[in-house]
């Protein structure tokens, strides 16, 4: 069987475990209210923070990087999710386990400005729109448009930089 034929279902059945795996948490979250012990805390956290991007690594590991970096995003998700479906007095892991969710959102941020900052290197030193635009999306996996926009952000710098230094006279 080519992959051309294959079903959108076998390829992305992250898509069709995910919400049953969330459902069947905030059902258990939503009818143990006030009753939610250590285990039921660790088995939300498991299912959100690990399982989730486990089986999205899983069905998305051809993807490289990319898919890691996803997959840590969803566990930070996972992570904030789980706070947000046990009740605040009833936190007991949580405590030790959300600043992991600030590290990997530190984590992300860096990814991010180091992808920014690469086009901006890119453009300043002379590079034309199309090639920033293909270059950002290849390394970022970012939509068309956002790619155009933040090109035209970083060409629009560059054009207001080179203007102050003619006005100053560095040339």
């Not at 034929?5 to 992250?14: D, K, N």
């Not at 009818?31 to 923070?49: K, N, P, V, Y």
């Not at 970022?140 to 155009?148: G, N, Q, R, T």
Request: net charge positive; glycine share 6%.
């Amino acid at each position: 069987m080519t992959t051309a034929l294959r079903h959108p279902a076998s390829t992305h059945w992250f898509f069709l475990v995910a919400p049953i795996v969330v459902a069947a948490d905030v059902f258990a979250a939503f009818s143990a209210r006030g009753e939610i012990d250590r285990l039921m805390e660790a088995g939300l956290l498991f299912d959100l923070a690990v399982l989730l991007p486990c089986l999205y690594w899983l069905c998305y590991r051809s993807g490289g990087k990319k898919v890691a970096i996803r997959a840590v995003a969803l566990c930070c998700l996972g992570i904030w999710v789980a706070q947000k479906l046990v009740p605040e007095d009833e936190h007991n892991l949580m405590g030790y386990v959300a600043p992991l969710r600030y590290v990997g959102i530190a984590a992300l941020v860096l990814i991010e400005l180091w992808v920014v900052m690469a086009l901006y290197r890119f453009v300043f030193k002379g590079g034309d729109s199309p090639s920033a635009v293909a270059r950002i999306q290849a390394e970022a996996d970012l939509p068309p448009w956002i790619a155009k926009l933040l090109v035209l952000e970083a060409m629009f710098w560059r054009r207001a930089w080179q203007a102050v230094k003619k006005r100053f006279g560095r040339e």
